[in-house]
C-alpha cells in the first residue's frame, strides 16, 4: 500500500510540475490563451526549412510540431511532414486536419513550415539525401494506409498524431520520436493491443491511449495514464512528461543534414 501512495505521490508531483513548467513556457512564448482568433492568427513561414529550390538535388523529409491552438496548446501537440525528391523545388506537407472536411487526411493544407495558427513549430527530424530519397515511396505508402482517413477525435484519438504515428511504425528508418504530449501517438484499437511503438523501433501495449507502455530505443520507457505521459528517455537523457513533451536534451533526429 505504501509503494503504491508513494508512486501516486510522484506522479502527482509530476503531473504539477509539467503543468507549471508549461504555463511559465507559455507565458515567455507569448501567452497561447491570447492568440488572435483563429481566422487571423500569423501563419506565415517560420523560416525553419531549407530553400527547396537551392536544394534541388537533395532530398528532403523533416517532421515538426507545434503546439495546438488556443487553451490546448498548453497540454498538446499538433505535428505533420514534409517531404521532396531530388529533382523537385517544392515540399508536399501532409498532416491530419480535425475541421473543415470529412476525409481528415490533407496535402499541403498550409506552408511547408508555417506558423501553427500562431505559434512557432519545432523541428524534430530532419533527413537528407539518397537514404531520405528511399524512404520517401514507403512514406507515401504510409500515408495511403492510414487506417483513420474518415475518422477525428482530439481526444484520445485517433487524430494528427496518430497519423505521424502510424508513419513513424510504417518507415522506422525515420526514428520519429514524437514527444510525450503528443496525445494521440499511442492509440491502438482494441483488437490490437499490442505493437509496435510509434517510432517502429520498440514495443508498445495501449488500450484506446488511455492505458498502455511503451519500451524502446528512440523514445526510452513511457507509461500512459488516461492520454497523459510520463517516462524517461534514456538514448538522449530527458524526462518525458505530459504538458511539456520533454525535459533535458535535444531529441532532433538528423541524418544527412549540412
Known amino acids: ?19 507549471g513548467i508549461s504555463l511559465a513556457n507559455a507565458s515567455l512564448l507569448g501567452d497561447l490563451l491570447n492568440r488572435p482568433p483563429w481566422y487571423a492568427a500569423p501563419r506565415q513561414s ?6 527547396p529550390a537551392a536544394l534541388a538535388d537533395t532530398a528532403i523529409i523533416q517532421v515538426y510540431v ?44 498550409a506552408l511547408p513550415d508555417g506558423l501553427w495558427y500562431g ?14 530519397g528511399e524512404m520517401i515511396p514507403r512514406i507515401e505508402a504510409a500515408i495511403g494506409s492510414y487506417p483513420y482517413p474518415d475518422t477525428y477525435r482530439a481526444y484520445p484519438g485517433p487524430n494528427s498524431n496518430t497519423f505521424l504515428a502510424h508513419i ?17 501517438k ?17 514495443l508498445q501495449f495501449s488500450l484506446f491511449g488511455m492505458l498502455g507502455a511503451s519500451i524502446g530505443v528512440q523514445e526510452g520507457v513511457e507509461f500512459n495514464l488516461l492520454g497523459l505521459n510520463f517516462g524517461i528517455d534514456l538514448n538522449r537523457p530527458a524526462l518525458r512528461l505530459p504538458f511539456v513533451g520533454r525535459l533535458g536534451m535535444d531529441d532532433r ?3 544527412g543534414a549540412p
Open 186 to 202: 499511442d492509440y491502438r484499437p482494441l483488437s490490437q493491443p499490442i505493437g509496435l511503438s510509434s517510432s517502429g523501433s520498440g
Open 253 to 255: 533526429t538528423v541524418s
Open 66 to 109: 507545434a503546439p495546438t491552438y488556443g487553451w490546448r496548446g498548453l497540454v498538446a501537440q499538433h505535428p505533420w511532414i514534409i517531404f521532396k525528391r531530388a529533382g523537385e523545388t517544392a515540399f508536399t506537407r501532409y498532416d491530419v486536419i480535425g475541421w473543415s472536411s470529412d476525409r481528415f487526411v490533407r496535402k499541403n493544407y
Open 1 to 19: 500500500m505504501n509503494v503504491k501512495r508513494r508512486l501516486a505521490g510522484w506522479l502527482a508531483v509530476l503531473f504539477c510540475a509539467s503543468l
Open 46 to 51: 517560420a523560416g525553419i526549412a531549407p530553400d
Open 168 to 184: 513513424g511504425r510504417e518507415v522506422p528508418e525515420l526514428k520519429l520520436d514524437l514527444p510525450a504530449n503528443a496525445i494521440g
Open 119 to 132: 505559434a512557432t513549430p519545432t523541428l524534430i527530424v530532419d533527413h537528407r539525401g539518397e537514404a531520405a
